[in-house]
């Protein structure tokens, strides 16, 4: 009897050639665990294997009302087209007394990329100067994404989004967090 699958959503961290600080990439993954995904990790990780780590991790299972599955088919069934979907938000904004540029990110379910970008500026970076969306991604698996989005598992499973008010906010912090070598 096999595990069911997970979604995770990954803080990667490590260093890429020519660059003078450690370069940061947010990772959506399957596995049974999260150690299972660690080959996943790093065959999409873009730059050098030497200290590739995991910063944090979070198990996605629940967002907006939904309950949110892994299911192990191909394809996304064509009644779901057109109902909500999971999206992954990446804001940017600037704050006067720092000089990096802030960011958040998470996930979303909404109908539409516009519906999920304006949620997300309603929830992160509030108080912050020129707030926007660096990053907006449909979290799926379709044929269609491969090049855009190379996945480790594309075409393999997709994600059942389930109404469930009992399942309405899931917390936004890691399930873990710290500096684990991969």
């Known amino acids: 009897m096999s595990s069911a699958l997970k ?13 003078h600080v450690e370069q940061h990439d947010v990772r959506w993954v399957v596995g049974e665990s999260i150690e299972a995904t660690l080959p996943a990790l790093r ?10 780590h995991i910063d944090s991790y979070r198990c996605i299972d629940r967002s907006d009302g939904y309950r949110i599955e892994v299911v192990e088919q ?11 979907r999971l999206w992954f938000v990446n804001l940017g904004a600037y704050d006067p007394t720092t ?3 802030q960011h958040a990110f998470g996930v979303i379910v909404a109908r ?3 519906s999920a970008k304006a949620r997300a500026r309603q929830r992160w970076l509030q108080g912050q100067e020129q ?3 660096d990053d907006l991604h449909r979290v799926e698996m379709d044929r269609a994404l491969d090049d855009l ?11 059942k989004l ?4 009992q399942h309405d906010e899931a917390p936004e912090h890691p399930d873990w967090y710290g500096y684990w070598t991969i």
């Open 131 to 133: 707030v926007h969306k």
């Open 74 to 84: 191909p394809e996304q069934p064509a009644n779901a087209a057109d109902g909500p």
């Open 99 to 101: 000089m990096a540029e």
């Open 7 to 19: 979604l995770f959503l990954v803080v990667l961290g490590g260093r890429c050639s020519g660059c």
């Open 43 to 52: 065959q999409e990780w873009i730059g050098l294997r030497r200290g590739l």
């Open 112 to 114: 539409s990329s516009a």
């Open 162 to 165: 389930i109404a469930d008010a």
């Open 149 to 159: 989005l190379p996945i480790h598992g594309n075409g393999q499973w997709h994600l």
